[in-house]
Protein backbone atom coordinates (compact mmCIF):
# COMPACT_ATOMS: atom_id res chain seq x y z
CA UNK A 1 0.00 0.00 0.00
CA UNK A 2 2.13 3.15 -1.06
CA UNK A 3 -1.36 5.67 -0.73
CA UNK A 4 -1.74 8.60 1.46
CA UNK A 5 -5.53 9.12 1.73
CA UNK A 6 -7.36 12.29 2.82
CA UNK A 7 -10.62 13.15 4.23
CA UNK A 8 -12.60 14.70 3.54
CA UNK A 9 -11.92 15.64 -0.34
CA UNK A 10 -14.03 19.28 -0.22
CA UNK A 11 -14.70 21.05 2.98
CA UNK A 12 -17.05 24.16 3.27
CA UNK A 13 -16.94 25.92 6.64
CA UNK A 14 -17.61 29.47 8.00
CA UNK A 15 -15.37 31.59 9.75
CA UNK A 16 -16.62 30.55 12.87
CA UNK A 17 -17.15 26.95 12.58
CA UNK A 18 -14.54 23.97 14.09
CA UNK A 19 -13.76 21.46 12.22
CA UNK A 20 -10.56 18.56 11.34
CA UNK A 21 -8.69 17.65 8.40
CA UNK A 22 -7.46 13.95 8.69
CA UNK A 23 -4.45 11.91 6.74
CA UNK A 24 -3.84 8.05 7.13
CA UNK A 25 -0.89 6.44 5.77
CA UNK A 26 -0.07 2.36 6.21
CA UNK A 27 3.50 2.36 4.62
CA UNK A 28 5.51 2.87 7.96
CA UNK A 29 6.21 5.77 7.16
CA UNK A 30 7.45 7.89 10.53
CA UNK A 31 8.05 11.21 8.80
CA UNK A 32 4.15 13.65 7.66
CA UNK A 33 4.08 16.78 6.44
CA UNK A 34 0.98 19.35 6.06
CA UNK A 35 1.13 21.21 3.32
CA UNK A 36 -1.19 24.28 1.60
CA UNK A 37 -1.40 25.12 -1.99
CA UNK A 38 -3.02 27.66 -3.36
CA UNK A 39 -4.58 27.86 -7.08
CA UNK A 40 -1.61 27.94 -9.58
CA UNK A 41 0.69 28.26 -6.98
CA UNK A 42 3.71 25.25 -5.08
CA UNK A 43 2.33 24.07 -2.41
CA UNK A 44 4.14 25.82 1.00
CA UNK A 45 5.16 23.77 3.81
CA UNK A 46 3.53 24.60 7.07
CA UNK A 47 3.80 21.61 9.85
CA UNK A 48 6.75 18.58 9.89
CA UNK A 49 6.03 15.62 12.37
CA UNK A 50 9.04 13.29 13.38
CA UNK A 51 8.11 10.11 15.17
CA UNK A 52 4.88 11.49 16.46
CA UNK A 53 6.71 14.87 17.48
CA UNK A 54 6.19 18.21 15.89
CA UNK A 55 9.64 18.94 14.36
CA UNK A 56 8.68 21.67 12.03
CA UNK A 57 5.94 25.01 11.94
CA UNK A 58 6.37 27.16 9.64
CA UNK A 59 4.85 30.01 11.37
CA UNK A 60 1.50 28.70 10.79
CA UNK A 61 -1.49 31.04 12.68
CA UNK A 62 -2.60 29.37 15.76
CA UNK A 63 -6.12 28.87 14.05
CA UNK A 64 -4.46 25.37 12.59
CA UNK A 65 -3.59 23.23 15.00
CA UNK A 66 -1.87 20.35 13.52
CA UNK A 67 -1.89 16.64 15.56
CA UNK A 68 -0.30 12.99 15.24
CA UNK A 69 -2.28 10.30 17.44
CA UNK A 70 -0.41 7.67 15.94
CA UNK A 71 2.46 6.82 13.36
CA UNK A 72 -0.43 6.46 10.36
CA UNK A 73 -2.34 9.47 11.11
CA UNK A 74 -1.81 13.32 10.92
CA UNK A 75 -4.75 15.35 12.02
CA UNK A 76 -5.02 19.16 10.72
CA UNK A 77 -7.89 21.11 13.32
CA UNK A 78 -9.36 24.08 11.84
CA UNK A 79 -11.05 27.45 13.79
CA UNK A 80 -11.88 30.45 13.29
CA UNK A 81 -10.29 30.18 9.74
CA UNK A 82 -10.61 33.03 7.05
CA UNK A 83 -11.42 33.48 3.80
CA UNK A 84 -7.71 33.78 2.45
CA UNK A 85 -7.40 30.55 4.03
CA UNK A 86 -9.18 28.61 1.23
CA UNK A 87 -6.47 26.74 -0.50
CA UNK A 88 -6.14 22.69 -1.04
CA UNK A 89 -4.58 21.05 1.93
CA UNK A 90 -2.04 18.47 0.88
CA UNK A 91 -0.79 15.60 3.39
CA UNK A 92 2.38 13.90 2.93
CA UNK A 93 4.88 11.63 4.36
CA UNK A 94 8.12 9.76 4.19
CA UNK A 95 10.23 6.82 5.13
CA UNK A 96 11.89 9.19 7.76
CA UNK A 97 12.90 11.91 9.18
CA UNK A 98 15.75 13.36 6.99
CA UNK A 99 14.61 11.54 4.23
CA UNK A 100 12.32 13.59 2.63
CA UNK A 101 13.12 14.03 -0.67
CA UNK A 102 10.55 11.48 -1.50
CA UNK A 103 7.57 11.99 -0.25
CA UNK A 104 4.23 10.11 -0.63
CA UNK A 105 1.03 13.03 -1.31
CA UNK A 106 -2.31 12.77 -0.74
CA UNK A 107 -4.77 14.10 -2.91
CA UNK A 108 -5.69 16.88 -1.02
CA UNK A 109 -8.95 18.54 0.68
CA UNK A 110 -9.99 21.43 -0.91
CA UNK A 111 -10.92 24.10 1.69
CA UNK A 112 -13.69 26.95 1.53
CA UNK A 113 -13.78 29.32 4.18
CA UNK A 114 -16.94 31.38 3.81
CA UNK B 1 12.09 35.51 -1.90
CA UNK B 2 11.82 32.43 -3.70
CA UNK B 3 14.40 30.77 -4.08
CA UNK B 4 13.54 28.19 -6.91
CA UNK B 5 11.85 29.31 -9.49
CA UNK B 6 10.92 28.45 -13.55
CA UNK B 7 11.42 29.94 -16.40
CA UNK B 8 7.96 29.67 -18.38
CA UNK B 9 4.91 29.05 -16.91
CA UNK B 10 3.49 26.90 -19.55
CA UNK B 11 5.20 24.38 -22.10
CA UNK B 12 3.17 23.32 -25.11
CA UNK B 13 5.30 19.89 -26.75
CA UNK B 14 4.00 17.58 -29.79
CA UNK B 15 3.06 14.25 -28.34
CA UNK B 16 6.25 11.40 -29.31
CA UNK B 17 8.78 14.60 -28.92
CA UNK B 18 10.89 15.46 -26.21
CA UNK B 19 10.18 18.02 -23.49
CA UNK B 20 12.35 19.77 -21.98
CA UNK B 21 11.62 22.03 -18.45
CA UNK B 22 13.42 24.36 -16.88
CA UNK B 23 14.22 25.75 -13.31
CA UNK B 24 16.70 28.22 -11.74
CA UNK B 25 17.70 28.16 -8.35
CA UNK B 26 19.53 30.87 -6.40
CA UNK B 27 20.62 29.08 -3.32
CA UNK B 28 24.25 27.41 -4.13
CA UNK B 29 23.96 25.57 -0.54
CA UNK B 30 21.26 23.22 -1.16
CA UNK B 31 22.14 19.51 -1.45
CA UNK B 32 19.72 18.09 -3.45
CA UNK B 33 17.47 19.31 -6.09
CA UNK B 34 13.95 17.44 -6.76
CA UNK B 35 11.46 17.25 -9.90
CA UNK B 36 7.77 16.05 -8.86
CA UNK B 37 4.47 16.41 -11.42
CA UNK B 38 1.38 17.22 -9.86
CA UNK B 39 -1.72 15.90 -12.08
CA UNK B 40 -5.20 17.78 -11.98
CA UNK B 41 -6.67 16.91 -8.99
CA UNK B 42 -4.24 14.67 -7.45
CA UNK B 43 -1.41 15.72 -5.32
CA UNK B 44 2.55 15.66 -6.26
CA UNK B 45 4.32 12.43 -7.52
CA UNK B 46 8.03 12.53 -6.93
CA UNK B 47 10.17 11.94 -10.34
CA UNK B 48 13.69 12.23 -9.73
CA UNK B 49 15.93 13.83 -7.38
CA UNK B 50 19.69 14.62 -7.87
CA UNK B 51 22.40 15.24 -5.83
CA UNK B 52 24.57 18.47 -5.87
CA UNK B 53 27.87 16.90 -6.66
CA UNK B 54 26.31 15.15 -9.62
CA UNK B 55 25.54 17.11 -13.24
CA UNK B 56 23.46 14.49 -14.93
CA UNK B 57 20.89 11.22 -13.34
CA UNK B 58 18.45 9.24 -15.97
CA UNK B 59 15.55 7.60 -14.85
CA UNK B 60 12.52 5.77 -16.50
CA UNK B 61 11.80 8.25 -20.06
CA UNK B 62 13.16 11.18 -17.55
CA UNK B 63 16.82 13.19 -17.19
CA UNK B 64 17.69 15.46 -14.53
CA UNK B 65 20.28 17.53 -15.49
CA UNK B 66 22.38 20.14 -13.02
CA UNK B 67 24.51 23.16 -13.97
CA UNK B 68 25.90 24.66 -10.44
CA UNK B 69 27.98 26.99 -12.72
CA UNK B 70 24.35 28.72 -13.66
CA UNK B 71 22.34 27.80 -11.08
CA UNK B 72 20.18 25.95 -13.71
CA UNK B 73 18.13 22.40 -13.11
CA UNK B 74 16.40 21.18 -15.96
CA UNK B 75 14.12 17.96 -16.78
CA UNK B 76 13.87 15.96 -20.11
CA UNK B 77 11.16 13.78 -20.90
CA UNK B 78 11.91 11.27 -23.96
CA UNK B 79 9.06 10.68 -26.31
CA UNK B 80 6.40 12.32 -24.67
CA UNK B 81 2.77 11.03 -23.54
CA UNK B 82 -0.63 11.97 -23.04
CA UNK B 83 0.13 11.16 -19.04
CA UNK B 84 2.79 13.59 -19.21
CA UNK B 85 0.57 16.26 -19.02
CA UNK B 86 0.46 17.93 -15.85
CA UNK B 87 2.22 20.54 -13.47
CA UNK B 88 6.32 20.50 -13.20
CA UNK B 89 7.48 21.57 -10.18
CA UNK B 90 11.39 21.49 -9.50
CA UNK B 91 12.39 21.65 -5.55
CA UNK B 92 15.49 22.13 -3.20
CA UNK B 93 16.28 20.47 -0.38
CA UNK B 94 19.34 21.52 2.39
CA UNK B 95 21.23 19.19 4.18
CA UNK B 96 18.63 15.85 3.39
CA UNK B 97 15.96 17.54 6.05
CA UNK B 98 12.56 17.54 5.99
CA UNK B 99 12.06 20.59 4.82
CA UNK B 100 11.46 20.90 0.33
CA UNK B 101 10.86 23.99 -1.21
CA UNK B 102 8.72 24.38 -4.59
CA UNK B 103 9.68 26.41 -7.44
CA UNK B 104 6.39 28.00 -8.96
CA UNK B 105 5.76 24.99 -11.58
CA UNK B 106 5.70 24.77 -15.15
CA UNK B 107 2.46 23.35 -17.25
CA UNK B 108 2.99 20.92 -19.61
CA UNK B 109 0.22 20.37 -22.55
CA UNK B 110 0.73 17.88 -24.61
CA UNK B 111 -0.54 18.05 -28.51
CA UNK B 112 -1.99 15.58 -30.48
Known amino acids: DTEVTQTPKHLVMGMTNKKSLKCEQH?????MYWYKQKAKKPPELMFV???????INESVPSRFSPECPNSSLLNLHLHALQPEDSALYLC?????????????FGPGTRLTVT | GESVGLHLPTLSVQEGDNSIINCAYS??????FIWYKQESGKGPQFIID?????DKRQGQRVTVLLNKTVKHLSLQIAATQPGDSAVYFC???????????FGKGTRLHILP
Open chain 1, 92 to 104: ASSQAPGQGIEQY
Open chain 1, 27 to 31: MGHRA
Open chain 1, 49 to 55: YSYEKLS
Open chain 2, 27 to 32: NSASDY
Open chain 2, 50 to 54: IRSNM
Open chain 2, 91 to 101: AECRNRDDKII
